[in-house]
């Protein structure tokens, strides 16, 4: 069974900084994994999706990697802002799992003004 | 891109009753929509899948009389929670996605259920 972890599970930092937030799964047969951003008591807004056969994808200010050999994503955030605070969720879609979605804990980013 | 809508954002219902709670695609047609539950300060934990025209696949663990799902077409899947009670409350959120999985999921907005 796929089980996802995600590292750390809480995060503050002042503005401005480089920070990276870490994914890690246990089954490394996987068609793609997302990153996503939860507000609080919102639903899901997806950030990046990169599939298995990609190493990276980039959208602003965030990039992720992904090292399916390994079993581990990373997503780095580039000068953060106060507007970044929020839950970053990562998940993965398992080859062997009907499509269905395994969900890390999820990190919560504060930045500090 | 796709959008996923769900209604109601909120609600609070009594104990006992039954809450509808609807998940529309609103750009694309899914034969699959997923339900999930979340805990505060937890994360996203699958509660079943749904299947247009077929009945819906519960995750272990999850009543399927009392999380009533139906999925009549390709657009629309609803979650019941009958008979409420107060642990039921919970934020419940759907997604779906468009075309295969070179794509992505979308989420619904989520609904928070206050059973008092």
């Known amino acids: 069974k796929q089980e996802v972890t995600q590292i750390p599970a809480a995060l503050s930092v002042p503005e401005g900084e480089n920070l990276v937030l870490n994914c890690s799964f246990t089954d490394s047969a996987i068609y793609n994994l997302q990153w996503f951003r939860q507000d609080p008591g919102k639903g899901l807004t997806s950030l990046l999706l990169?599939?298995?056969?990609?190493r990276e994808q980039t959208s602003g200010r965030l990039n992720a990697s992904l090292d399916k050999s390994s079993g581990r994503s990373t997503l780095y955030i580039a000068a953060s802002q106060p507007g970044d605070s929020a839950t970053y969720l990562c998940?993965?879609?398992?080859?062997?799992?009907?499509?269905?979605?395994?969900f890390g804990g999820g990190t919560r980013l504060m930045v500090k003004p | 891109g796709a959008v996923v809508s769900q209604h109601p954002s909120w609600v609070i219902c009594k104990s006992g009753t039954s809450v509808k709670i609807e998940c529309r695609s609103l750009d694309f047609q899914a034969t699959t929509m997923f339900w999930y539950r979340q805990f505060p300060k937890q994360s996203l934990m699958l509660m079943a899948t749904s299947n247009e025209g077929s009945k819906a696949t519960y995750e272990q663990g999850v009543e399927k009389d009392k999380f009533l799902i139906n999925h009549a077409s390709l657009t629309l899947s609803t979650l019941t929670v009958t008979s409420a009670h107060p642990e039921d409350s919970s934020f419940y959120i759907c997604?779906?996605?468009?075309?295969?999985?070179?794509?992505?999921?979308?989420f619904g907005s989520g609904t928070r259920l206050t059973v008092v």
């Open positions: 998940a993965v879609e398992d080859n062997n799992a009907g499509n269905m979605l395994t």
């Open positions: 997604s779906a996605r468009d075309r295969g999985y070179f794509y992505g999921y979308t």
């Open positions: 990169i599939q298995s056969s990609q």
